[in-house]
């Protein structure tokens, strides 16, 4: 077995660990939260939760940049190059983070967030204060959680989803905390939510660059502005499709909240927690590739692309078969996971789940080409469609609902939309390894 695969497979069998405490955490917190907040408001945390995660995905595509270009640095070899492009990467963000916590905080005050959210005022009465809070908290962790994207491009993915699973593990316990408290309040569940992944990632930085990785730690004297030239060349592209995906998926939240009642959320996020443990498995057995494709293309080693490409085929075949076993015990599963928490039953119509296994399926099946693509920084093809889904997706779901008056319409577009992206990862994947990619498809 090749060094490559043989540290893959270590990644992940330690992810497997981590994200299967992980998955489990994600599950139980739901009927918590649920039980603290009741439906109509955990319904309007989820449409909160969905505005934070745009300021999340604001790094202007730095993280997956210094994910690519240190791979590529330390497969030759170039430690000082490394530690220009990790300095430069963390004072870029410092700088980005800034004029945009200002301006979310300015958004928030000035506008009418109860009308945006189509929250009813008697329900919540401090909703705008936890916006801000939790805004300043996530654009804060913002700055930090680069370490996760530092330890990516060391090829250590396990180390990132420790990081990871130590943040939901203390949200987990703050969250128990709330409930037991009986205070179930918004605020505290905003606060809780938002503080735990920044207090892992401020203790995560000492250890990382002043014990373990002193060679690679940030140094002011070594921002290169060429540096940060190299990364936004393919970082923006990341950055583009990273916000096309939070418009496809989580305004989401934002559309059903706004289109029908902000408590329609809430069985659309169970019905999407269920499945995520779909995709969560899958993403332990695909992030290790990413990385090791960049290092293999780097060394012009396509027989190993092609064997990888192989055992990922065979896993989206039992992956089907998961999924429709899952849509069969769905409504047991719900009953003892949500229901047996609440005095009144949560219901979630199979009309629901049969959509959201179908979304997720294409997802993930998409995935396992555009992974092996970000590997090489094929992005171009991407760009164009996400792009273009991006674009048509609020007006399609606006046009659906209104014919069908049902949230259901919104996830069929989901599906629709995202299924000719699908399609051109899979055909340029094939042509690149194939040696057969001209023109767009080599971009």
Known sequence: MDSRTSLINKNIFFSFILKGWSGLIYLMIVPITLSCLGEYKN??????SSLLVWIDNFDIGLGNGLRNKLATALAHDNIEEGRKIV??????????????TLLFILLISSIDIY??????????DDLRNVVTVGAILMCTTFIFKFIGNFYLGLQLP?????????????????????????SHSLMMIA???????????LAAYPYTFYYKYKELRPSLRLFK?????????IGVKFFVLQISGVILFFSSN?????????????PYQIAYRYFSVILLLFTIVCTPYWTATTDAY????????????AKINKILMYIFAVEVLMVIVSPLVYYLWINVWMEKDVEIPLQLTVCMAVYVYVLVYSMAYSYFLNGIGKLHLQLIFTIIAAVVFIPLVIAATKISYSPIALYIVLILINLPGLFINRKQFNKIINGQARGIWNK
């Open 43 to 48: 319904g309007v945390w989820m449409t909160i």
């Open 87 to 100: 300095s430069s990467t963390f004072l870029m963000l410092v700088l980005v983070i800034i004029p945009i």
């Open 115 to 124: 009308g945006f959210l189509n929250v009813d005022e008697a329900e919540i």
């Open 158 to 182: 396990y180390v990132n989803n420790l990081l990871i699973t130590l943040g939901q593990t203390l949200c987990f316990i703050g969250t128990i905390i709330v409930y037991l408290s009986e």
């Open 191 to 201: 606060i809780v939510n938002t503080a735990s992944p920044l207090i892992v990632y």
């Open 225 to 233: 502005k060429n540096v940060v030239a190299d990364l936004f060349s």
């Open 254 to 266: 934002i559309l059903i909240s706004k289109l029908f009642n902000p408590a329609l959320v809430t």
């Open 298 to 309: 780097e060394r012009g080693d396509m027989e190993w692309i092609h064997k990888s490409k």
